[in-house]
């Protein structure tokens, strides 16, 4: 069953009557949702799957607008808490889990084995100790490159395995002597810049010093800051320029026109590229060049997460609708329908889509860790800061002491030493 | 019969006490509801943190934390950066004054259509101002906006204004004064069509024209009409959200902030939820408000008296 | 007259006016004339590069796709939803609020009436979260009628100031005689002071129409969904959707922009009445 988000009195409305015209024995699991049509679909067919193996249970999903829904979620869970919800993992769930409006479902990982089958996102789903998330989706972060834009500018293509960060840098000036923009992205919307961003913190100094400048625990006046930001600034002049009036779908259109070479995104972009006119042939993916070498690799890949609340009427039934969502057969078809990773790791992905298996190897081979991205490993302010600072670097890479300074000064407020 | 004429005449009286209450009682109830009793909670919510949440029992789940939100104002760049923006705001917004004035001397003739023209010049004011920030920021597109162009054209490189952190703020001012510049100039084209004509044809006789005609005639004269302006200008140079909200967002990274849009970014941007902090922030923009409130509130009184 | 009639300038002076004032005009409004034209430009146009050269045609099914792909019509109604109870209901109010300050010498009268003035001024954003809190805990949230609620209260402010101010200059003797003849004090609103407000309701009316209609502030604090965004909020979103799509923006600015421009147009003379109240003595 599938409603759409309407007024307060509409929405009961419709609960109202659609649970009294479903027959009266069955027992009704509700679930809060922010998709998108195909992702929408994709759902749709994962419950009735699910209400084909348990004839006794409803499952009424409550779709909303994708914007809208970060503030809807703070209002429902409190007036008016469906039984599951959709949101993300990390950081970005701690504050529900502080409020004590997300549920401690620890038991559902437990009986399920889990622990074992979503290995990886672990530590993305526990708070405390405890499980909050049942993760059922991600995708993998990486460069998207423009074969047509490196054969206008005579530059060799990088084969699967990527190039090294020299290589890297120097085919950028070749780009640049092409007057093609190397790196591309569009930053208005400021997150764009923190994928890169990632990327040389990850590669610089390896997951953990990431993760624990995201949980600030480093200074950023520290050598190893430093660092990633000398990195940062050999690539700051490759960028195109005024990134931070345009949006990265903008930026998108500059690397499918072949003005760019070369886009730090994530994989949800391929469609914007192909609906852009780039096909298999031109479109390529490679991991992120290797910086310090012998680190072991890791990767950037944004979980989404189901979760069951804490004011929820039928936590049995949703518990068992989150062990389905936890499933290999669940995950390999939703996330066929989507065009996305699925989390289990006995799941499969489809072999004909190039992105899709380039993401998954380079998943399933990031022995160094998966990292969320920088707004959801991140305390929502410190996020912020940290995003606006390097997005300044980029404009004003003069400034860096300055920039450096002022995270250093957030950092200090926000986690008192 | 004197008896009763009396207990008619004091029924009358007290139903003059009680009439006013009774039609201002819906009024007021609403207003004390939505405006006197929101500003006091902000006032109190500004001394606490809270992310906006109730627990699931929906008790409020703030923590009192005195001034701390204030003393983290003083620190913050981002607060100084948005009062910084707030001041060049009403400092250029008063530009609107005399190009208004400007335009309305220029179209107060009586030729053929100058109706028509007066209405034309008029209309950014009617329109939205989300409208306006999407046409400014189409003017200002990088690459193949008009403005970009055209400084192209002239220095041989491109400005993308909203892209740079100097000039944003200035290209988002200039979006806004073109519908004030419209309003101001349609009161001062009311207030010039009741100049006393029999003044201007005396100094006129005396020999004065052109600048000091309007200096000492006709501005004088003009004083209610630029009470109104000024009241108007100020107003909404400080509630310059929307064109912010539309245009840049606050970005490059927080360049293009000003106070009204730097708390809703706070209370309820994606990185927000820090009503309490919000709150501080709102109350700081208050303060500033009630320079100017009082002051027309002064004047007011003084007017009323005066009568 | 100030300034000097062009009519008794030279020839010379009369003709440069009569060019300056077309040419001063299309300066003016360059960004609405750029916009509009954008609106009617085929996508193919933008896509080539062709931004403001010679359109290759009339794209008309720009609006077209507006209105059948987009919820753009929908926002509208929303917009006139919200837009119209508030019109009614601050009309309503400030009539009764403006009669009682106008007419009766109590003693709190200037108090009340002042707050009136100053809570008109007030920064929106020292309301928001308590009023979209008390929005939500009643469980108005994300509808029409909590957004026009909410304006209602806050436009009773300046309404107030004006309705004040116009009955005060109607003649009291009326008043005084209705009462030497024993009328009631609701029958001396009813059928003396009201049948003499119309050119203040119709010129509150048209101005209270278009700052509701232009509201984005709490459209955007109060409501989230097509169901029951108003068009500045939804443009907004649709903004968001269309990154590049310059002509689908236009045409969605120029619908925007619609309404409150016939309005004006139809109703020119209460507009501008209402707007420029206190800038005359």
């Not at chain 3, 609405?32 to 009339?58: C, E, H, K, W």
């Amino acid at each position: 069953m599938v409603h759409s988000a309407k007024g307060v009195l509409a929405l009961t409305a419709a609960l109202l009557l659609s649970t009294a015209a479903v027959a009266q024995d069955k027992r009704v699991v509700t679930w809060n949702a922010d998709y998108d049509p195909i992702p929408l679909a994709a759902a749709e067919a994962l419950i009735a799957d699910f209400e084909a193996a348990n004839p006794e249970i409803d499952v009424q999903l409550t779709n909303f607008d994708h914007e809208g829904y970060k503030n809807a979620i703070r209002n429902f869970l409190t007036a008016n808490p469906p039984d599951l919800a959709n949101w993300y993992a990390a950081n970005r769930m701690r504050p529900f889990v502080e409020a004590g409006l997300f549920a401690d479902i620890s038991d559902v990982w437990a009986e399920n084995g889990l622990m074992e089958s979503l290995a990886s996102s672990v530590p993305s789903s526990t708070i405390d100790g405890k499980q909050y998330a049942i993760p059922y989706t991600y995708y993998q972060w990486g460069i998207y490159f423009n074969r047509d834009a490196y054969a206008a500018a005579g530059v060799e293509v990088p084969g699967p395995e990527g190039v090294t960060w020299e290589q890297f840098l120097a085919n950028c000036e070749k780009f640049a002597a092409a007057n093609i923009d190397c790196v591309t992205t569009g930053s208005s919307a400021l997150w764009p810049v923190a994928g890169i961003f990632d990327y040389i913190s990850l590669r610089t100094n390896g997951y953990q010093f990431h993760s624990d400048l995201a949980a600030g625990k480093i200074s950023w006046t520290s050598p190893e800051a430093r660092a990633v930001f000398e990195q940062f600034g050999r690539l700051q002049p490759f960028v195109t320029d005024n990134h931070a009036a345009i949006d990265w779908q903008d930026a998108a259109a500059l690397f499918v026109q072949g003005k760019a070479a070369n886009y730090v995104m994530g994989n949800f972009a391929v469609g914007v590229f192909k609906e852009g006119g780039m096909t298999n042939d031109n479109l390529g993916f490679m991991v992120f060049p290797e910086i310090t070498p012998g680190l072991a690799r890791a990767e950037e890949a944004p979980t989404d997460t189901i979760h069951l609340t804490s004011g929820a009427q039928n936590p049995e039934d949703a518990k068992k609708f989150l062990a389905f969502m936890a499933s290999a057969e669940a995950q390999t078809k939703w996330n066929a329908a989507v065009g996305q990773l699925p989390t289990n790791k006995n799941a499969s992905v489809d072999a004909a889509d190039p992105f899709l298996t380039a993401g998954f190897e380079a998943l399933s081979t990031a022995t160094g860790g998966i990292a969320q991205f920088w707004d959801r490993d991140a305390d929502a302010e410190y996020a912020k800061a940290g995003m606006e600072g390097f997005q300044q670097f980029l404009v004003q890479p003069e400034q860096l002491e300055a920039i450096l300074a002022r995270l250093e000064q957030t950092r200090l407020r926000l986690y008192p030493q | 019969m004197a008896q009763a004429t009396q207990t008619g005449a004091a029924a009358r009286w007290s139903q003059r006490k009680i009439a006013p209450w009774l039609f201002l009682a819906p009024g007021l109830f609403m207003f004390t509801v939505y405006v006197l009793w929101p500003i006091v909670q902000s006032i109190t919510l500004s001394f606490y943190d809270w992310n906006g949440l109730y627990n699931q029992n929906g008790e409020f789940t703030g923590t009192f934390v005195g001034v701390a939100n204030y003393a983290e104002l003083m620190t913050d760049p981002a607060f100084e950066i948005s009062l910084w923006n707030n001041v060049k705001w009403l400092v250029l917004y008063m530009l609107a004054l005399p190009i208004g004035l400007f335009i309305a001397i220029f179209l107060n003739q009586t030729v053929t259509g100058i109706r028509l023209y007066k209405s034309l010049f008029f209309f950014p004011f009617v329109i939205s101002q989300v409208v306006v920030g999407l046409m400014f920021a189409w003017f200002y597109a990088p690459n193949f906006g008009l403005f970009y162009l055209l400084t192209e054209w002239i220095t041989g490189d491109g400005t993308a204004i909203l892209a740079d952190p100097d000039l944003v703020t200035y290209g988002i001012i200039i979006a806004g004064l073109w519908p004030q510049i419209a309003y101001v100039m349609i009161l001062y084209l009311t207030g010039l069509n009741n100049v006393a004509p029999d003044q201007i044809e005396a100094a006129r006789l005396d020999g004065a024209k052109g600048w000091k005609m309007l200096w000492y005639v006709v501005l004088p004269q003009l004083r209610p009409a630029t009470f109104i302006a000024v009241i108007v200008t100020v107003i909404g140079a400080l509630r310059s959200f929307d064109l912010v909200s539309i245009m840049t967002s606050g970005g490059p990274f927080g360049s293009s902030r000003v106070l009204s849009y730097y708390m809703f970014e706070m209370a309820l941007g994606e990185f927000g939820f820090r009503m309490g902090y919000g709150a501080a922030i709102a109350v700081v923009l208050f303060a500033i408000m009630m320079i100017f409130i009082s002051g027309f509130i002064w004047k007011m009184w003084r007017d009323e008296t005066e009568r | 007259m100030f300034p000097r009639p062009i009519q008794q300038s030279g020839p010379a002076a009369r003709w440069l006016y009569t060019i300056a004032l077309p040419v001063a005009l299309v300066i003016w409004l360059f960004p609405l004339l750029g916009v509009a034209l954008t609106s009617l430009r085929p996508a193919a146009d933008l896509a080539q590069g062709n931004y403001f050269g010679m359109p290759s045609g009339i794209a008309w099914e720009n609006y077209v796709y507006i209105f059948t792909q987009t919820p753009m019509a929908k926002y509208m109604m929303n917009s006139l939803w919200v837009t119209v109870p508030t019109v009614i209901g601050a009309v309503s109010l400030s009539l009764m609020t403006g009669f009682a300050l106008a007419v009766y010498g109590f003693r709190a009268n200037i108090l009340v009436f002042f707050m009136f003035v100053a809570g008109n001024f007030v920064p929106f954003q020292i309301l928001m979260v308590p009023v979209r809190d008390m929005t939500l805990q009643l469980g108005m949230y994300d509808t029409w009628y909590g957004l026009a609620l909410f304006h209602i209260a806050f436009q009773t402010g300046f309404c107030t100031l004006f309705m004040r101010n116009f009955i005060k200059a109607l003649p009291y003797e009326l008043i005084e005689a209705a009462r030497v003849e024993g009328v009631a004090e609701w029958r001396i609103f009813w059928f003396i002071v009201l049948p003499l407000m119309r050119p203040a309701i119709a010129a509150l009316s048209v101005l209270v129409f278009t700052f509701i209609w232009n509201d984005f502030f709490w459209a955007t604090v109060l409501t989230q969904g097509v169901d029951s965004q108003p068009i500045t909020a939804g443009l907004s979103s649709l903004n968001g959707q269309w990154i590049a799509q310059w002509h689908l923006v236009s045409a969605g600015s120029i619908l925007a922009a619609l309404p409150p421009v016939l309005m004006f147009f139809l109703m020119q003379r209460h507009f501008i009445a209402g707007l420029t109240l206190g800038a005359v003595k």
